[in-house]
């Protein structure tokens, strides 16, 4: 599966940013998606993740109550509603899929296929 994350952008300290996840491929609905961020000199990070029919979520303690992770199989597309953005959630975020579909998974080891990122700033 090939994936392509995009909405990033840059955007004032309380507000709010949507990233889309577009995937390739029949089988999208197979698999669970994660959102990961990942800034200079830092470690890839997990943010969210949901299982193949949307119905299992999980967030790092970080995003949770401001970001919301969802999908659309009908369209092939994970998203990632972003509020009350903080200039800490300043990252490249990358959308990837892990053929483990029922559990979200945390570890980006678990994730087979990754896309090219998108950049999200924060300015105070």
């Known amino acids: 599966v090939q994936l392509q994350a995009s909405g990033g952008g840059l955007v004032q300290a309380g507000g709010s940013l949507r990233l889309s996840c577009a995937a390739s491929?029949?089988?999208?609905?197979?698999?669970?998606m994660g959102w990961f961020r990942q800034g200079p000199g830092k470690e890839r990070e997990f943010v969210a993740a949901?299982?193949?029919?949307?119905?299992?979520?999980y967030y790092a303690e970080s995003v949770k109550g401001r970001f919301t992770i969802s999908r659309d199989n009908a369209k092939n597309a994970v998203y990632l509603q972003m509020n009350s953005l903080k200039p800490e959630d300043t990252d490249v975020y990358y959308c990837?899929?892990?053929?483990?579909?029922?559990?979200?998974?945390?570890?980006?080891?678990?994730?087979?296929?990754w896309g090219r990122g998108t950049q999200v700033t924060v300015s105070s």
């Open positions: 491929g029949r089988t999208f609905s197979s698999y669970g």
């Open positions: 990837a899929a892990d053929r483990e579909a029922f559990v979200p998974r945390t570890h980006e080891g678990a994730y087979a296929y």
């Open positions: 949901i299982s193949w029919s949307g119905a299992g979520t």
